[in-house]
């Protein structure tokens, strides 16, 4: 099994940054991609940024210019820079690993548990 432990949510103002961590630890053959997404109350979950293997980045287009994704491969974590946050950014960010436990095991997604990020005044 494949646990994923989140860190660095909170409360910031407008205008504010945050940065989001996400390691992932067990039985880890290797991870493919990597992402963040989040789900606001009363809304389904959506796709914040992603960044594969070979660092290759894709943004929603609300983030995109002021959030960025990055890897270490070498910690097996995955991070969310994120700049001028806006109240809309309010929500649970949860981090996504899709990954492979052993050469013998298919590829299988893992979730955390997510983080609270809230932007208020």
């Known amino acids: 099994q494949v646990q994923l432990e989140e860190s660095g949510g909170g409360l910031v103002q407008p205008g504010g940054s945050l940065r989001l961590s996400c390691t992932a630890s067990?039985?880890?053959?290797?991870?493919?991609?990597m992402g963040w997404y989040r789900q606001a109350r009363g809304k389904q979950r959506e796709l914040v940024a992603t960044?594969?293997?070979?660092?290759?980045?894709n943004y929603e287009d609300s983030v995109n210019g002021r959030f960025t994704i990055s890897r270490d491969s070498a910690k097996n974590t995955v991070y969310l820079q994120m700049n001028s946050l806006k109240p809309e950014d309010t929500a649970v960010y949860y981090c996504?690993?899709?990954?492979?436990?052993?050469?013998?095991?298919?590829?299988?997604?893992?979730w955390g548990q997510g983080t609270q990020v809230t932007v208020s005044s």
């Open positions: 996504h690993v899709n990954c492979q436990r052993a050469l013998v095991y298919s590829r299988r997604d893992f």
């Open positions: 960044i594969t293997s070979g660092g290759t980045t």
């Open positions: 067990g039985s880890i053959y290797r991870l493919y991609d």
